[in-house]
């Protein structure tokens, strides 16, 4: 059998398991809340996924290399695109999320829920 870090099957979800902030592990090391995948009928990996809290981090320091310095540098505008994402993706579900995001953004959780309602406002419109 071809190792698992050399399978195409490895190559074609690692970006995806990356951007997620997963992991990639041999099938043999599943658990049972580990996704496992097969190629032609063979477990070939597992992922396992990351905790939501964690994912929120991942998600914010893949904002950060994206906008190129850190999410606290944005211009209002650029930070209050960056809150309609982390919304669209589900960030503010997470126990602490505002707060997170906050931090992150160097404003204030007041701030980013202005930023929420203002968004909201809009689409109500």
């Known amino acids: 059998m071809t190792e698992p870090g ?3 099957l490895v190559t074609a979800v690692k970006p995806l398991v990356d951007a997620m902030g997963a992991q990639i592990l041999g099938p043999e090391q ?15 990996l597992a992922v396992r996924l990351p905790q939501l809290a964690d994912s929120l981090d991942h998600i914010l320091a ?14 209002r505008k650029t930070k209050q695109a960056v ?4 919304e669209a993706r589900g960030a503010f579900s997470v126990r602490h999320g505002v707060e997170t995001v906050a931090g992150a953004l160097g ?6 829920y202005n930023y929420l309602n203002r968004e909201n406002a809009a689409k109500s419109e």
């Open 30 to 44: 599943a658990t049972a809340d580990d996704v496992v995948l097969a190629w032609e009928g063979e477990d070939v």
């Open 107 to 112: 404003v204030s959780r007041f701030t980013v």
């Open 83 to 86: 809150v309609r994402t982390l």
């Open 62 to 75: 893949a904002m950060e290399r994206r906008h190129g310095k850190p999410l606290s540098e944005l211009d």
């Open 6 to 8: 050399d399978h195409p």
